[in-house]
């Protein structure tokens, strides 16, 4: 196996050495090709169909760009073995990402329920997967120990000290995975938020003497950046209230079919019924499972005679009849639980039920200080240093509540009502 170089359509020019090309040839590593990065997303943004294969390479590339750079201002801050494992560290984050990522994340679809980085680190224990196999020709048994106490922020593995920085560069909230998914998420969304400068952010951090991240005081702009870029990403593309409509009908059109499959009167494939019925799921078992499995069935679970889940599968398949969400932008969850009472009887009078409204809730932060916080070089926490940094640090919540349309007006009047007599007009948003 050779070197190679790999187009990115963010980084353009990766550089692969054969080693870590070994990793990335394997079925386990491939199968990310088949796992969209923002699940449902692209039900409102139709360019959002980019997977976690090419995000994977992003985050590996940009642990490569600094750890490169954390050994030129720093000469002898990390070796040339630890530069690699961190590498791969990032590389092989999200390889136990399930279908659509963090949407199916969740028991309500797996009947054998594991978070993704579970998954992932017993994909890499294995000795039967691909992964499993190559992690330990390219890293040793020994090295592949340091990578896993890597991966759980350990201080040291085998009597070997492991610096604090090597995990941040990983994860933490200045971590190449989110510059990476931040960018690119941005670039396929279309979303025009402002962006930042990931090469300035890498330029200006620096090692302290304890072992952890800084960065100059002059990297304070293009941390300000980042964090905006982060929050607008939030509000307008993962939060957008189609994409939270969309990720629930894919939650309950899973659920109906297990609920189905289990009492016998719907016949899953091996996949799906691995995902949804198996309680003893494997390893190998879970990772031939892709958004193809699901896709794949939408289209005859449209027709089926089941109205539930008919229902929801068409209206994924055809994007058409969606409920809609009340029109009242400072609902809060509490707010959420009196208003839901008071429409309940123009539901049923129309003929529907508490099932047919859908809520989802909402709670953001552009930034949290001292927790794994940014720090510059006086030792104090960005957000002593930035009036712009402190206004994201305030937590918001939004709720919303989705019923089917043609009793949207007559259900919003009285929330207004119940939420504000006085009001005279809806938000519009």
């Known amino acids: 196996m050779r070197d190679r170089v790999i187009r990115d359509e963010i980084h353009r020019d990766i550089f692969v050495p054969a080693r870590i090309a070994r990793l990335i040839d394997t079925r386990e590593f491939q199968r ?61 984050h999200d390889v136990g990402h399930p279908p659509f990522s963090h949407l199916l994340e969740t028991d309500k679809v797996f009947a054998t329920y594991n978070n993704h980085e579970d998954w ?15 992690i330990r020709e390219v890293l040793s048994e020994e090295r592949t120990g340091r990578l896993f106490a890597l991966y759980a922020g350990d201080s040291e593995y085998d009597g070997k000290e492991i610096a604090p920085f090597m995990k941040e560069i990983v994860s933490s909230q200045l971590d190449v995975d989110r510059m990476d998914y931040m960018i690119r998420d941005q670039a396929n ?36 950046a980042y964090l905006v870029t982060r929050y607008h990403l939030y509000n307008q593309v993962y939060f957008h209230k189609v994409n939270q409509l969309t990720q629930e009908y894919l939650v309950r059109v899973l659920s109906r079919a ?31 499972l892709t958004d193809a ?3 794949g069935v939408l289209m005859d679970w449209a027709d089926h005679e089941d109205p539930i889940l008919s229902g929801y599968a068409k209206r994924l398949v055809s994007r058409r009849d969606y409920h809609k969400s009340i029109r009242i932008g400072e609902l809060t969850a509490e707010m959420s639980s009196v208003v839901i009472p008071k429409i309940l009887p123009i539901l049923e009078k129309a003929g529907f039920s508490i099932s047919d409204v859908i809520t989802a809730s909402i709670r953001k932060k552009g930034y949290k200080p001292y927790s794994q916080g940014i720090m510059l070089e006086d030792g104090r926490d960005v957000v002593e240093h930035s009036p712009l940094i402190q206004s994201l640090v305030q937590t918001s919540e939004q709720a919303l509540i989705f019923i089917p349309e043609v009793v949207r007006d007559e259900c919003e009047q009285v929330a207004r009502e119940v939420i504000k007599p006085s009001q005279s007009s809806l938000s519009s948003f």
């Not at 016998?264 to 879970?286: A, I, R």
Request: charged content about 20%; hydrophobic content about 40%.
């Open 32 to 92: 990310l090709r088949n796992i969209q990065q923002l699940a449902t997303c692209h039900y409102v943004f139709p360019a959002a169909t980019h997977n976690r294969f090419s995000h994977s390479l992003g985050a590996y590339h940009l642990a490569r760009v600094l750890c490169d750079h954390l050994s030129e201002v720093q000469p002898g801050i990390i070796s040339d073995e630890d530069s690699e494992l961190v590498s791969i560290a990032a590389l092989l």
């Open 120 to 134: 992932g680190k017993m994909l890499l224990e294995s000795k039967e997967t691909e992964i499993g196999i190559a």
């Open 189 to 224: 969304s279309g979303a025009q938020i402002g962006g930042f400068d990931s090469a300035r952010v890498i330029r200006a951090l620096r090692v302290d003497d304890s072992g952890h991240l800084y960065a100059k005081d002059w990297g304070l702009p293009a941390i300000e």
């Open 258 to 288: 297990r609920e189905m499959a289990t009492n016998g009167s719907l016949s899953l494939s091996n996949s799906l019924n691995n995902m949804l019925c198996n309680e003893s799921l494997t390893v190998q078992e879970y990772v031939r």
């Open 293 to 295: 499995d699901i896709n």
